[in-house]
């Protein structure tokens, strides 16, 4: 009934074959209509704690009905566990935008424990906290620009604690 994909993770001594493989549902518990089609867009790797091992995929879903003829789709945010413990369990998810389809960029900060999403209709770069959004508590930052549209933005640090946002814009 739902739109679902796999999650496949391969190891370097055995680079032909995926060590660890599960089916995952991009619905995630939520209530869909089974014509909905949904797939992973864009995805980064995160830590769960500060300074920790990346230990989560951060994927950016695209889902929309073909038989509606819109070219609107929704977008939403997905934690999904890669320890071998818990592969593929979706430790936490958040809504990121609706209108039309377009592909969005996601880079994590250096430590793992910031996200940034890029390719909002809003020309917003929205920033989360991985800690928040496991705490179920979805608390951002909307950055946005009136200039060119952005394209991508990627985590920078310039001394031991001043960091910032390198942003491209789009060609």
């Keep these: 009934l739902y739109p679902e994909g796999y999650l496949d993770s391969w190891g370097e001594a055995v680079a032909a074959v995926p060590t660890q493989s599960t089916v995952v549902s991009w619905a995630a518990g939520r209530s869909m209509p089974p014509d909905v089609k949904g797939m992973p867009i864009a995805q980064a790797t995160v830590s769960s704690q500060a300074g920790g091992a990346r230990d989560l995929l951060a994927v950016v879903l695209q889902s929309w009905s073909p038989r509606d003829g819109s070219a609107t789709a929704e977008y939403q945010l997905q934690l999904l566990d890669i320890t071998p413990e818990h592969f593929g369990s979706v430790r936490a998810q ?78």
């Design 94 to 171: 958040a809504a990121l935008w609706n209108g039309p389809r377009a592909q969005p960029f996601v880079a994590s900060a250096p430590e793992g424990g910031w996200l940034a999403i890029v390719g909002s209709p809003a020309n917003e770069i929205l920033v989360h906290s991985v800690a928040d959004l496991l705490q179920n508590r979805p608390q951002l930052q909307k950055l946005h620009g009136v200039g060119e549209p952005i394209g991508t933005a990627t985590f920078v640090q310039k001394g031991t604690d001043d960091w910032g946002l390198l942003i491209r814009r789009t060609s």
